[in-house]
């Protein structure tokens, strides 16, 4: 893992990376010691590490206590698109716009980039909490939309991460993986969104295999997601990784 930028602001320090070709940020709370819960922060589809929401998210986060970290999915942000990908992301635009079911688009997309979004997500993992900063301590994971699509494989295959804030997603293509998690779920639906259908997305809260899940509806669509929400995710993850 190779740092290549780092500042501080308001208690939070913010250190950009690179790990092989995978570009990502940590943000560590300054001024505590010992290991620290860490949350892996996943963005949604078009948008990259340090989009503004994001950034955000994390940084109220790590105010809260909480190491953060985010990277570039494949084909996002500061990570090359092939051919593949571009073919498939047209596919996906000249699909939306003559009303094929949107679901099957995403999910379409959210496959291609799931296996190496995983490889690349437990890789930094191991690296992270070989940090001092940070260390070995309880992982959380959130990702919302395509944050979601790609999060779902994660846990499905990850046991290190102990909880996780999922949603905006549809089960298509996702009941199998979903029915391998069984960590604490904080699962989000808006419920008038025109990208993902609320029956898709109780199909896919009900699809989780885990134990101990809530679902947080609020109306709104897609990008509605209403503030509070962020206030939740903080007291879900210091319920689960404290």
């Known amino acids: 893992m190779r740092f290549i930028a780092t500042s501080s602001s308001d ?3 913010e250190q950009h990376f690179t790990l092989d070709e995978i570009p990502g940020i940590l943000w560590t709370p300054d001024g505590l010691s010992g290991t620290q819960p860490l949350v892996l922060l996943g963005h949604g589809g078009g948008q990259h590490k340090a989009a503004p929401g994001v950034v955000a998210r994390a940084r109220r986060y790590a105010a809260e206590g909480f190491s953060v970290v985010a990277i570039d999915a494949p084909h996002h942000g500061d990570r090359p698109r ?3 990908f571009n073919r498939i992301l047209a596919g996906l635009r000249a699909g939306m716009a003559a009303g094929d079911d949107p679901g099957r688009l995403v999910a379409g997309m959210h496959g291609h980039l799931a296996a190496r979004a995983v490889a690349a997500w437990r890789a930094v993992l191991t690296a992270v909490r070989d940090l001092d900063a ?3 301590g309880p992982v959380g994971y959130c990702g919302l939309s395509m944050g979601c699509g790609l999060g779902i494989p994660l846990l499905a295959a990850e046991p290190r991460i102990r909880a996780a804030v999922l949603g905006l997603l549809g089960a298509q293509g996702l009941a199998a ?3 391998r998690v069984t960590v604490p779920v904080q699962f989000l639906v808006q419920w008038d969104d025109r990208m993902v259908p609320r029956d898709q997305s109780l199909a896919l809260f009900d699809a989780l295999a885990s134990t101990e899940k809530t679902l947080h509806a609020n109306p709104g669509g897609h990008g509605d997601v209403p503030a509070f929400e962020v206030d939740d995710e903080v007291r879900f993850f210091a319920r ?3």
Do not use: M, Q
Request: cysteine-free; aromatic content about 0%.
């Open 82 to 84: 092939d051919e593949e």
């Open 134 to 136: 940070v260390g070995t």
């Open 11 to 13: 208690g939070v320090t």
């Open 177 to 179: 993986e979903a029915a």
């Open 240 to 242: 689960h990784l404290r």
